[in-house]
């Protein structure tokens, strides 16, 4: 190579060299090619969402905006009020209006009773248009309301303590309970002429039809208690000719006092009758204060407490041979005798 041939190369080296160092010093130049790349911002590169072949994509979903709540209809302050400024028992008594017949139970307290049960699987077999109901009341003095209140309540029955406070707010008594001096059934006739309510007393029908193969052969009954379904046995145990003295926890000259049960008054009277709400349902460890260890086998035991079906007075009778029954027959007797005077004619 000749040397006019290295001397042309050699510049030509030499204004390349120039060339690249005058880019190098040019800075400003190079942040112009840079900017220059994003001049445009709809330009600018963006994370696309991967989308599946011929799937267009989907616009942005507009923000969910959750509606208003709905204003009821009515005011609940007023409805509240509107509750609270009635009893309970009138809500109640509004239902009853669908059925053709009101039947029911008076007393305090009730939940021992099994009679709301035992009426109403009667009124459905038998398809009759009728509801019983238990109606606790803190007072006998209660009844009229309780009247006026169900236009279609036909009879209710009568319950401990009521059985004689009952009587003053009668328009009548029949012959029979007049006699005993105790109510426990009431039929309630509607008339145009205003509302009448007849007592009659069911018990002692019930105590005799339950108990009267028992008592055949004997002759002397201690009625424990002095309350109205004391008096209704005494009234059943008249008729069977059973001599009968009443045994309370205040002695008087015709009231024996429990104290005086001796050996020889338990075995002069072969027949004992607790008449009183000892052992009746919750309180089913209770019974009456008896000396039970003067018992023998010549004793019947009669409980006129239907619910337990064994209290504790008869099972400590069977403990000393005596003979017990209890009183869920005597019920279910006074009920069928109940359930006739109300299902007369007159309702």
């Known amino acids: 190579m000749g040397f006019s041939t290295l001397f042309v190369l050699a510049f030509v080296l030499m204004v390349l060299i120039k060339v690249v160092n005058q880019k190098l010093d040019s800075p400003q130049d190079s942040a112009h090619d840079d900017a220059s790349i994003y001049e445009n911002k709809e330009e600018e590169p963006t994370f696309e969402p991967q989308m599946e072949p011929d799937v267009e994509p989907q616009p942005e979903a507009e923000p969910k905006v959750e509606p208003e709540p709905q204003q009821p209809s009515y005011s609940w302050t007023a409805d509240v009020k509107t509750e609270s ?3 309970k028992r009138e809500s109640a008594a509004r239902s009853y209006s669908s059925y053709g017949h009101l039947f029911g139970l008076i007393g305090k307290p009730l939940g021992h009773s099994t009679s709301k049960a035992r009426f109403n699987n009667m009124f459905k077999k038998e398809h009759i248009n009728a509801f019983y109901e238990n109606f606790e009341l803190d007072s006998a003095d209660e009844v009229k309301e309780l009247v006026d209140r169900n236009p279609n309540l036909c009879g209710f029955n009568v319950t401990i303590p009521y059985k004689e406070d009952i009587i003053p707010h009668l328009t009548r008594l029949d012959e029979t309970a007049q006699a ?50 004391s008096k209704a046995v005494k009234y059943a145990l008249d008729r069977l000719g059973i001599e009968n003295k009443f045994v309370s926890r205040n002695s008087t000259f015709d009231i024996m006092g429990y104290y005086e049960l001796s ?5 002069e009277y072969d027949v004992i009758v607790n008449c009183t709400p000892l052992g009746m349902w919750p309180n089913t460890d209770q019974c009456p204060d008896i000396p039970y260890t003067f018992l023998s086998s010549n004793h019947v035991l009669l409980d006129v407490i239907a619910n337990p079906d064994e209290t504790m007075f008869m099972r400590k009778g069977r403990e000393h041979g005596a ?5 869920k027959d005597m019920l279910e007797q006074q009920a069928v005798a109940a359930w006739n005077i109300w299902n007369s004619i007159e309702i």
């Not at 426990?184 to 205003?194: C, L, P, Q």
């Not at 050996?263 to 075995?267: K, W």
């Not at 003979?323 to 009183?327: L, M, P, S, Y």
Request: hydrophobic share 35%; glycine share 14%.
């Open 85 to 87: 400024a009635e009893p």
């Open 180 to 229: 005993i001096g105790a109510v426990n059934t009431v039929k309630v006739i509607h008339k145009d002429s205003g509302t009448e309510l007849i007592g009659y007393n069911t018990d002692w029908i019930g105590f005799t039809e339950s108990f009267k193969e028992l008592l055949q052969d004997k002759k002397k009954a201690l009625i424990l208690g002095t309350g109205g379904v």
């Open 263 to 267: 050996p020889s008054i338990m075995d």
């Open 323 to 327: 003979q017990a029954k209890g009183g």
